[in-house]
Structures are given as structure tokens and as C-alpha cells.
């Protein structure tokens, strides 16, 4: 059906930034929405950012100020511009497709901020 590849995550120190991406394939509409979940241990999965293809965007108010949600329609492609980054932020983090009331998610990418 609809495959999400994900890249960019790493380790970073505190303040420092890293920006994820995240390709769409397969049979994907092109009126949908993308975005960017995170998980850290013993943590519910939280909304990071999502933007619909119409690019309008919702933002966690955690991340508000230092993240950006961006996309490329015409790659299916969404990116998080992640800044400031704190050891709060430490998490899997992972994309998301919503289409015709389906979700897709990629296998996740682990983000690491050190102190």
C-alpha cells in the first residue's frame, strides 16, 4: 500500500539541530496528511507536527518555536527542521500518512540529545 521512508535521525548534543525526512511511495492520494510522531520510554506516542497537503499545519505546543514541519508535494516528502534541541527531546520519532481514513507509519528513527 502506502511506504514510508524515513532519514536524518542521530545523536546531538543540547542546542544543537537535525533535520528527519520522510518519503512517501506507493499508493498514496494526493489530498492527505504527513507528519512526525515521537515516543520515548514509558511515554505515550505524542503528536510532534503534521501539515495536510493543503499546508495547513498543527504543532505540538512542546516543540512550538523550535520545530518546523515542511513538505514537497510533488515528492510526497515531509521534513522536520528540528532546532534547540533538548534531552527532553530524546524519543523515536516517527512519520506519518493519514489518507481515506487509513494510517501509515514508518518504522521509526531514534533521536539521541545528550546533555
Known amino acids: 500500500q502506502v511506504q514510508l521512508v524515513e532519514s536524518g535521525g542521530g545523536l546531538v548534543q543540547a542546542g544543537g539541530s537535525l533535520r528527519l525526512s520522510c518519503v512517501a511511495s506507493?499508493?498514496?492520494?494526493?489530498?492527505?496528511?504527513m507528519g512526525w510522531y515521537r515516543q520515548a520510554p514509558g511515554r505515550q506516542r505524542e503528536l510532534v507536527a503534521r501539515m495536510t497537503s493543503g499546508s495547513r499545519i498543527s504543532t505540538a505546543d512542546s516543540v512550538k518555536g523550535r520545530f518546523t514541519i515542511s513538505r514537497d508535494n510533488a515528492k510526497n516528502t515531509v521534513y522536520l527542521q528540528m532546532n534547540s534541541l533538548k534531552p527532553e527531546d530524546t524519543a523515536v520519532y516517527y512519520c506519518?500518512?493519514?489518507?481515506?481514513?487509513?494510517?501509515?507509519w514508518g518504522k521509526g528513527t531514534l533521536v539521541t540529545v545528550s546533555p
Open positions: 506519518n500518512a493519514y489518507d481515506s481514513g487509513m494510517d501509515y
Open positions: 506507493g499508493s498514496i492520494n494526493s489530498r492527505n496528511v
